[in-house]
């Protein structure tokens, strides 16, 4: 059951800030303290009766017509690619949580959480908080030498989860002093996740050439970045991002690679997926001269290929290879965080990365707002080596907030739902082996697995007419073919089941499909 949780800004973001705030509006607007100071400690409810319920509600209505279509045919101005991707009927009228009105005026069901970076749903009600900051006048711009009070405690706070404790422990005070290896300590606040990986390649890359005048300790030697293979042994089985480099990392501007490589710039190996001794093999054979493994980027869960999720003895036996040869570590969760109780999927397998990247789900589609969370060990790039000038907004840091707020007070129900949906994908897909192979994944992101693209693709385009929106993955060659979703954290056993009944039906229709041509 989802628990409300009940804040006003003064209950988050603590008595002495909100004092200093409200005297400063004052003195802005000439408006009464008292009546500022009031407005910042009205409680707001997270999930109140009336939203919880419309959301059961609203599962009962989709695909069904609510309101007339609304017909304009408006192009706008994309590019070829985006033209030719565009489907203009599911585009937004309105949201409420796990759900959306397209602009044909039918119901849909935020399968994937709006490209995971809704996990609260649309029109959260906590985010009325936000509009209280507005009120309250607290700027949303500010740069990176005034970080503002809001930014700063988010940072705290994010390397306390990050590090299990809770923010107010004394030990947080340790870790943020902390520059060893495996100890996230610092954080610099990204707007997006491939700006936050780049980030982290940065400071890998700093490690063999100079940025800034100081010596550096693998001078000379040709930097090698480790990444997830694809199942043929290629690149395309990970993604960490559309920066250049991060490009080149899964198989993409191959003659820049293939030039870079051969100049000595920086190699690009692929590791097979779960393969412990491979592993360990990959590190020897490129920890030699003229070689030096510049650090490994993974995934937990290859949401771009196939959901294929990496298993915890495979990656524990990683990082102990990596720690052995002075290797940094880049946990990419810009699309798993704030999915998990806990926050992170990496304090689930036990995990001591160098880098996490975190990002789309704990802005909760309000704002853009990625961080690159960082160990002390690595700290080796200027202000300027890592800026975004609109990286350190307030009123972004303040929906991360109340994202963490939501998730650590509902970690029960966050559980039992992604454990209830994932084991019905399972048995689901178990009673129609005609046309399904199994499931990947985890939890809300758990991809439904077919034997072939063609049925993949056939199920997803029946479940979107159905206004139910998950996606094929069917463009990468020798990636599975599955179904993926990503269900917002708000989804309720009910609402759960009535989606798998959903599944189930068109299954059937597949499966009757495919006998009928025989």
Known sequence: MIRNVQHSLASLLGEAYIDAVCRARAALTGRSYEELSALAHEPVDFYPEA??????????????????????????????????????????????????????????????????????????????????????????????????????????????????????????????????????????????????????????????????????????????????????????????????????????????????????????????????????????????????TAGFCHEIILMNYGGIRLTPEYLRAAYQACRDSDTPVLCDEIQSCAWYDGLFLFRKYGLTPDFVSAGKGFGGGCYPASRILASGAFDSLTQFGALVTNGQEELASLAYLITMAFIQANGEHIEAVGRTFHQGAAELTARHPAVCAGVEGDAHMTALRFLSVEDAAAFCAAMNRRCVDISAQTYKPNCPPVALTKLPLIATETMVGRLLALFDEELTALEGAKEAKV
């Open 51 to 292: 939203f919880a319920a419309r959301q059961e509600e609203l599962m009962a209505l989709v695909g069904t017509q609510v309101t007339p279509a609304f017909p304009d045919e408006l192009d706008g101005a994309p590019t070829g690619s985006y033209r030719a991707a565009q489907h203009s009927a599911a585009a937004p009228l309105g949201g409420l949580g796990a759900f959306r009105v397209g602009e044909d005026g039918k119901v849909y069901f935020a399968g994937k959480s709006e490209h995971y970076h809704i996990p609260l749903g649309h029109d959260f009600p906590g985010y009325g908080l936000i509009e209280r900051a507005k009120a309250l006048g607290i700027p949303n711009a500010t740069h990176n030498n005034t970080r503002g009070y809001i930014t700063r405690l988010l940072e705290r706070r994010l390397i306390a989860a990050a590090n299990g404790l809770d923010p107010d422990d004394p030990a947080v005070d340790q870790v943020l002093a902390a520059r060893e290896p495996g100890v996230l300590s610092c954080v610099i606040n990204l707007e997006t996740g491939s700006l936050a990986v780049e980030a982290a390649l940065k400071m890998m890359l700093s490690r063999f050439y100079e940025i800034d005048g100081k010596a550096v300790p693998y001078a000379g030697r040709i930097p090698v970045f480790l990444v997830i293979a694809d199942n043929a042994g290629g690149l395309t089985g990970n993604y960490h991002g559309t920066t250049v480099v991060a490009q080149t990392l899964r198989g993409l501007w191959p003659d820049f690679t293939e030039k870079a490589e051969g100049a000595g710039l920086y190699k690009v190996v692929s590791v097979p997926i779960n393969d412990e001794a491979a592993f360990r093999e990959a590190i020897r054979t490129w920890n030699q001269a003229p070689y030096k």
